[in-house]
């Protein structure tokens, strides 16, 4: 099981999602990608997003600031 | 493949997409589909595919702009006037999306030509206004195993089905063509010109599924509607053991010729 990293914080909506799903398309069934994105909108909608097209949220942590960490399995 | 920063930017609303997605995407990009009449179907079918960033788009027309095409045409604008269609189109697909490659047969489509140039793509799109094209694309797509959406519109009302080998054609409804002058052309008849976009556009969404393997194209049964009454109606049919070209005896092995109507080889 690999586990990639994203960072998000940058992006805005729909963008953030779109790099989500773009990252998620690389990995194999059962790998991990680690999601660095801020609060609002990205992390109100990124973990809502990925769990209505069939992915695992695993975990969400506040990392510091405004930053979260979403663990999504694919 | 792997998308550049602006072509993910580009195809966003369909990556979102989950019947899409990365995948899908990738598919349309990779797909080839042919434009047979860059007119009121294939105005709009051919700017919809170019957007959606189709690999491939061929475009077969022998005609030039005419000042009576721009009320339902929109791919040609007044400057293109008496320029070549097929050029006319070429150029609005390049400044919409330059990851598409648009071949363009400034030609008839016939039966001397046809198996050559549909070849080489994975679906053919009919926007022609004519029966014995409509009949030949039918003939050569049936007898070559190759996917086609039909298109028709006249006055208000429009109509489409989708072709996948093996299911039912345009002859297991329509025998033959009906004898020239039975049924008027748009130049005779007349068209609201917003209906070529509804038409056009449905043909066009139907190409995006059969290239994304998603939902249920219009097979084996034949969507209508009328503008006026604004109703859309779905008829089922089914392949016909008695049609000429697919049925269990075919007598239709080779293609057929029709003579095109005057006013569509004034050119």
Redesign the interface.
């Known amino acids: 099981m690999a586990t990639k990293q994203l960072d998000i914080t940058k992006e805005h909506c729909?963008?953030t999602?779109?790099?989500t799903?773009?990252e998620l398309?690389k990995l194999n069934e059962g790998d991990i990608l680690e999601v660095l994105l801020t609060e609002g909108e990205p992390l109100e909608n990124v973990p809502k997003?990925a769990k209505?097209?069939?992915y695992k949220v695993l975990n969400i942590q506040h990392i510091k600031d405004s930053i979260h960490k979403i663990t999504i399995e694919k | 493949m792997d998308?550049t920063e602006s072509q993910?930017?580009r195809y966003?609303?369909h990556?979102?997409l989950?019947d899409v997605?990365?995948?899908g995407q990738q598919k349309i990009m990779e797909g080839k589909v042919l434009i047979v009449g860059a007119g009121g179907l294939g105005s709009p079918a051919s700017l919809y595919l170019a957007a959606a960033g189709v690999g491939t788009i061929g475009i077969i027309d022998h005609d030039v702009v005419d000042l009576t095409n721009l009320q339902r045409q929109v791919i040609h604008y007044t400057a293109d006037v008496n320029k070549s269609k097929v050029d006319s189109a070429r150029d609005k697909i390049r400044q919409l999306n330059h990851d598409v490659k648009v071949v363009a047969y400034q030609d008839l489509l016939s039966s001397d030509n046809i198996f050559d140039i549909i070849k080489e793509y994975d679906i053919i799109l009919d926007g022609t206004d004519n029966f014995p094209t409509k009949f030949l694309i039918n003939d050569a797509c049936v007898l070559s195993c190759k996917a086609f959406s039909h298109g028709g519109i006249l006055r208000f009302e429009g109509q489409t089905f989708t072709y996948i080998p093996e299911h039912a054609c345009y002859r297991c409804i329509f025998n033959s063509p009906p004898p020239p002058n039975a049924v008027p052309t748009c130049s005779q008849a007349g068209v609201l010109g917003s209906i070529a976009g509804m038409l056009g556009t449905i043909q066009a969404t139907e190409i995006l599924k059969f290239f994304i393997g998603r939902g249920q194209l219009l097979t084996d049964r034949m969507l209508t509607f009328n503008a006026l009454s604004m109703e859309f109606r779905n008829i089922s049919f089914s392949k016909n053991k008695n049609c000429p070209i697919c049925g269990e005896h075919p007598t239709i092995t080779k293609l057929q010729t029709y003579e095109l109507p005057v006013c569509e080889i004034k050119h």
């Open positions: 729909p963008m999602f779109v790099k799903k773009i398309s997003s209505e097209q069939g | 998308f993910i930017e966003s609303r990556i979102i989950q997605g990365v995948e």
